[in-house]
């Protein structure tokens, strides 16, 4: 692969890693426990309820959180791909298919580029 593709793709990487990051950011905290991983913030709505309606208030919190879990946890796989394929770049394995080894088309990586597959093992 071309050292001018590389320099494209890992700049285009270090970009979506930022908006990854960023839209995690607005519901979860970094766990300083676990790398790479995220925990979702439980939404507070602004208490003045009082009553039946503060009940309300509470599951409406508890149904946003769980709403949340997904989301953090596919934001957080689609972080792991692309530190993963930022590494790649570092130790000259990027774009090389993780299930037959052959090379996968500069098209799929310039539309998906943290694919860990060919498409044709994509598929499978």
Request: proline share 2%; hydrophobic share 30%.
């Amino acid at each position: 692969m071309k050292k001018e593709f590389l320099e494209q793709q890992e700049k285009r990487l270090k970009e979506l890693k930022k908006e990854v990051e960023s839209q995690l950011s607005q519901f979860a905290t970094k766990d300083k426990q676990l790398k790479n991983n995220w925990k979702s913030k439980f939404p507070e709505f602004d208490g003045t309820e009082t009553g039946g309606s503060r009940l309300e208030v509470a599951q409406d919190e508890v149904e946003e959180y769980l709403n949340r879990l997904p989301v953090e946890h596919i934001l957080e796989l689609k972080l792991k791909d692309i530190n993963d394929a930022l590494r790649k770049i570092k130790t000259g394995k990027y774009g090389i298919c993780e299930r037959c080894g052959k090379k996968i088309s500069q098209d799929r990586l310039k539309i998906f580029p943290e694919a860990r597959f060919c498409l044709k093992c994509q598929k499978q």
